[in-house]
């Protein structure tokens, strides 16, 4: 039987009985968040977004935005008895008002930033999908194993009563609740396996894993957090920068906009040969901007900056609190399984064995015994569940606090 590995399991240490061998190492938490920044297909798919950004930057760059211009005219003259050909070719380049490229250049840096910021924050959100899922995966092979030992206690259970039932001490009724109480067990670990196999999926394809893959670790409760540390790693939260580079950008386009009010102008050169005449003339071409002045891109701009501030605002207010709530929700997550361990778990390992040797030397009844297995079994589950929404709660302070990232 596994008693006493259950029993070490569940005062905390929950990686202390034999694990499960697979044909590659299993991955600790380390290992998973490693895994998680490099190769989390949101995370990848962040970090490319950052080179669409910087190829933005570099048309931005650009001193002159609009292609030289060249035109070409060829044509027959007719006149009194005579006859020529004409030709005239015409070059212009045009040029934009001062500050427009800086202002420009300032958007598509401030895009940049953004797209920094966001891969950032997308990493904050990956890290706290994997971390959750690596303490699922590790819960429920930690509920595999508790419900084997039950599976182990149920059949030695069954062998006793059908051992008393064959020697006449025992009616076939018990004999027939035990082989029902076991299949129950069974069942239920059959259940539990179906659990470890979908929390391991999900990890893989978090992951981008293609083989079977275990874990290693411990649900075991950890020290404290460090509430002032946490206090001021909240205000670096990603999502914080990359609504500061959305308002940079914003602006840049007012300033754009606000260059749209100015002329364009551009300067050519025409070469033209009527007849025997060869003429050069330089030419200087000036946009006026009478009607179309960037109202729209102005308007929409100042429209932007004022929503994105206002969401700035709200996501720090949202910060500061989604972290209050989380380190409330831990503290009394961790109290939970505290008492549990305390009050509940000294003596369960004693109790089992007393009641299976209780049973077999006829001192209490079946349904007595089952009682108690089950008592005993529901109390070990609901340690095992305290831990894991204990670590469950301890990964969303530390995400809430920006420290994974």
Request: hydrophobic share 50%; charged share 25%; net charge neutral.
């Amino acid at each position: 039987m596994r008693v006493a590995c259950t029993a070490l399991a569940l005062s905390g240490v929950v990686v202390l009985c034999p694990a499960v061998v697979w044909a590659q190492p299993a991955l600790t938490l380390a290992d998973v968040l490693a895994r998680a920044r490099a190769q989390a297909p949101q995370v990848v798919s962040a970090r490319l977004a950052i080179d669409e950004a910087r190829g933005r930057l570099l048309g931005a760059s650009l001193r002159l935005q609009s292609n030289p211009e060249v035109d070409v005219s060829l044509g027959n003259r007719q006149g009194a008895g005579t006859r020529s050909t004409d030709l005239q070719f015409g070059a212009t380049q045009m040029f934009e008002p001062p500050g427009r490229r800086t202002a420009r250049i300032a958007g598509a840096t401030a895009q940049i930033e953004q797209g920094v910021a966001t891969a950032e924050e997308t990493t904050r959100v990956a890290l706290r999908d994997a971390a959750m899922t690596f303490y699922q995966a590790l819960y429920a092979a930690e509920q595999v194993r508790l419900l084997t030992d039950s599976v182990d206690l149920g059949n030695a259970i069954y062998q006793t009563a059908d051992r008393r039932f064959r020697a006449g001490d025992l009616a076939v009724l018990d004999v027939n609740l035990a082989r029902s109480a076991l299949a129950r067990a069974r069942a239920q670990l059959e259940a539990g396996k179906a659990q470890q196999a979908v929390a391991l999926g999900a990890l893989r394809v978090l992951l981008r894993l293609d083989g079977p893959i275990a874990v290693q670790g411990s649900l075991a409760l950890g020290d404290a957090p460090a509430v002032a540390a946490l206090a001021q790693s909240v205000e670096q939260r990603p999502e914080f920068r990359a609504l500061e580079a959305a308002i940079r950008e914003a602006d840049a386009e007012i300033a754009v906009a606000k260059t749209m009010s100015k002329r364009n102008y551009g300067v050519g050169l025409r070469y033209q040969k009527e007849g025997d005449d060869h003429i050069v003339l330089g030419g200087l071409t000036i946009s006026l901007p009478a009607f179309s002045k960037g109202q729209e891109l102005a308007a929409a701009s100042t429209a932007r900056g004022a929503r994105l501030r206002a969401e700035l605002d709200a996501a720090r207010a949202r910060a500061r609190v989604d972290l209050q709530t989380a380190l409330d929700a831990h503290e009394r997550r961790v109290a939970a399984a505290r008492v549990l361990e305390a009050e509940a778990l000294p003596g369960l390992d004693e109790n089992d064995a007393l009641t299976t040797r209780s049973f077999e030397a006829g001192q209490i009844g079946l349904s007595d015994v089952l009682l108690i297995r089950r008592e005993l079994l529901e109390t070990r589950s609901q340690y095992l569940s305290a831990l894991l929404e204990a670590a469950l709660a301890r990964v969303n302070v530390d995400a809430s606090a920006a420290v994974l990232r």
